[in-house]
Every structure is written in structure tokens, then in C-alpha cells.
């Protein structure tokens, strides 16, 4: 009996070690895994082209750093990127990786770049809000026919966009800066039922491209362009003024 215990002991101990091994090969190339996933498919849901330099996944304390994504801008603009995220820290429960739902304790974006730029009677970010809201680019979704069939529902507990700044581009007005208040946001999916990737990125993309354009229209047309109206169009400032605001405010 003690031989077979002893041996028991061993074979297990052997397991726990493969285990071990497994976890950290899977671990050192999940990051790889995710890095493909986004430049491949990110696309189909936000109808740009979306491009990530470095993903980085710590097994041991369940946290990941995304580093260089730049959603790039609609054809027509002078900036090549609408948003620019230096880097994105993920709070992870990596048990769930192996659990239908994949939880996401936490999602922390600091200080981002946002290029809002006008172009005729339209805006990028108007542009890609409406893509998002259609289910992204109609050319780009049917290539890739039920890529996200498999992957797993995911929740999200918190979303903070924080320390954001904003550069404005206006044929008419020239180019103005800004700082974007903080954004945050709870409970995007539960841990029981999830919500499906697409789900989860129309839940933060969408509030957060409403209130970086009310901001543009707070801070730049309610504020600086005031000014220079009134200098350069006199009494007609009011009515130019009411014409712009509507082209982020749609």
C-alpha cells in the first residue's frame, strides 16, 4: 500500500508539473494570440482598420498591457488614426479563460489621443460611430463569415478612459485642443451570462464617441470658436455657430 501511495504521490506531482509547464507556454503566447486576434478582426466590428504593436499577458497575477492601438480614420482625413491609445492595463480572471464567460475585472485607458477632424458636412468620428452602430464595414464583415461564432460571451466590471486629450481639425476654423473628461463605466455583461465580443465593444465604443463629441461641442464651439465668430462673421456668428454644432451632435 505505502508504494502505491508513494507512487500516486509521484504521478501526481509529475501532472502538477506538466500543469505548470502548460500554463506558462500558454501564458507566453496568449499575448501573441490576442495581438493576432485584434489585428485580424477588430475591424469587422468597429469598420476601420484597427492595428495593435504589443500585447503583454501576466498568468500569475491575471493582468495584460495592450500597447500601441490606433483605430485608424475613415477615408477622406488628414490624420491617419482617430484614436491613438499609448496603452491599455487588463485586470483579468484567468480562470474564467477555461469557463464559458471570460471576465474582465477591469479595463484602465490613460491617456489617449482622439483626432476628431471635419470634413465637409461630416465628421471621422461621426462616420465611425454610424459604421459601429451598423455592425461595422458591410465589405469587411462578410469576408469573415462567423469568426466570433466560438469565441466565449466575456463581462466587463469597470471601464476607465481617463487623462484623454482631443485635437479638433475644422476646414472652416482651423485646429483646436482639448481635454476630454473622464469616462467610466460598470457592469457590461455578467459573470453568469456574458455578452458576445461585438456586444461588449458597441457598449464602450458607442458612450464613449457621445461624450468625446458633446465635449468637442462644449469646450471648442461653445468656447474659443465663439470667439473668433463673432470676430469674423458679426452678427451671422450665431447661425454659422448652430450649423457646426450639428455636424457633431447628429
Same mark, same amino acid.
Request: charged share 20%; net charge negative; hydrophobic share 45%.
Given at each position: 500500500?505505502?508504494?502505491?501511495?508513494?507512487?500516486?504521490? #509521484?504521478?501526481?506531482? @509529475?501532472? *502538477?508539473?506538466?500543469?505548470?509547464?502548460?500554463?506558462?507556454?500558454?501564458?507566453?503566447?496568449?499575448? #501573441?494570440?490576442?495581438?493576432?486576434? !485584434?489585428?485580424?478582426?477588430?475591424?469587422?466590428?468597429? +469598420?476601420?482598420?484597427?492595428?495593435?504593436?504589443? %500585447?503583454? %499577458?501576466?498568468?500569475?497575477?491575471?493582468?495584460?498591457?495592450?500597447?500601441?492601438?490606433?483605430?485608424?480614420?475613415?477615408?477622406? @482625413?488628414?490624420?491617419?488614426?482617430? @484614436?491613438?491609445?499609448?496603452?491599455?492595463?487588463?485586470? =483579468?480572471?484567468?480562470?474564467?479563460?477555461?469557463?464559458?464567460?471570460? %471576465? !474582465?475585472?477591469?479595463? &484602465?485607458?490613460?491617456?489617449?489621443?482622439? @483626432?476628431?477632424?471635419?470634413?465637409?458636412?461630416?465628421?471621422?468620428?461621426?462616420?465611425?460611430?454610424?459604421?459601429?452602430?451598423?455592425?461595422?464595414?458591410?465589405?469587411?464583415? &462578410?469576408?469573415?463569415? +462567423?469568426?466570433?461564432?466560438?469565441?466565449?460571451?466575456?463581462?466587463?466590471?469597470?471601464?476607465?478612459?481617463?487623462?484623454?486629450?482631443?485635437? *479638433?481639425? &475644422?476646414? $472652416?476654423? #482651423?485646429?483646436?485642443?482639448?481635454? %476630454?473628461?473622464?469616462?467610466? =463605466?460598470? $457592469? !457590461?455583461?455578467?459573470?453568469?451570462?456574458? /455578452?458576445?465580443?461585438?456586444?461588449?465593444?458597441?457598449?464602450?465604443?458607442?458612450?464613449?464617441?457621445?461624450?468625446?463629441?458633446?465635449?468637442? $461641442?462644449?469646450? /471648442?464651439?461653445? #468656447? $474659443?470658436?465663439?470667439?473668433?465668430?463673432?470676430?469674423? =462673421?458679426?452678427?451671422?456668428?450665431?447661425?454659422?455657430?448652430?450649423?457646426?454644432?450639428?455636424?457633431?451632435?447628429?
Amino acid at each position: 500500500m505505502a508504494k502505491i501511495v508513494k507512487g500516486l504521490f #509521484g504521478l501526481i506531482g @509529475f501532472l *502538477v508539473v506538466i500543469l505548470i509547464i502548460v500554463a506558462v507556454v500558454v501564458a507566453n503566447n496568449i499575448g #501573441g494570440i490576442v495581438k493576432d486576434g !485584434i489585428n485580424d478582426h477588430a475591424e469587422s466590428i468597429v +469598420g476601420v482598420p484597427v492595428s495593435v504593436s504589443d %500585447v503583454e %499577458v501576466s498568468f500569475l497575477d491575471g493582468t495584460a498591457a495592450i500597447s500601441g492601438l490606433h483605430v485608424a480614420n475613415p477615408e477622406g @482625413f488628414s490624420q491617419p488614426n482617430a @484614436f491613438e491609445l499609448g496603452r491599455i492595463n487588463v485586470k =483579468l480572471d484567468m480562470l474564467s479563460l477555461i469557463r464559458p464567460v471570460v %471576465v !474582465i475585472d477591469r479595463i &484602465s485607458i490613460e491617456g489617449a489621443k482622439v @483626432f476628431a477632424e471635419q470634413v465637409g458636412t461630416t465628421t471621422n468620428l461621426q462616420i465611425i460611430k454610424e459604421k459601429m452602430m451598423t455592425g461595422g464595414d458591410s465589405d469587411t464583415s &462578410s469576408s469573415t463569415p +462567423g469568426d466570433s461564432s466560438d469565441a466565449p460571451n466575456i463581462a466587463i466590471g469597470l471601464f476607465e478612459f481617463t487623462q484623454a486629450k482631443a485635437t *479638433v481639425k &475644422s476646414q $472652416q476654423f #482651423g485646429e483646436e485642443s482639448l481635454d %476630454v473628461p473622464d469616462i467610466v =463605466l460598470e $457592469q !457590461i455583461g455578467t459573470p453568469e451570462e456574458g /455578452v458576445t465580443i461585438e456586444s461588449a465593444a458597441q457598449s464602450l465604443m458607442q458612450p464613449l464617441m457621445k461624450k468625446i463629441i458633446a465635449e468637442i $461641442q462644449k469646450q /471648442v464651439l461653445d #468656447g $474659443q470658436v465663439d470667439k473668433a465668430l463673432k470676430k469674423a =462673421l458679426g452678427d451671422k456668428a450665431g447661425q454659422y455657430k448652430e450649423a457646426i454644432k450639428g455636424l457633431f451632435n447628429r
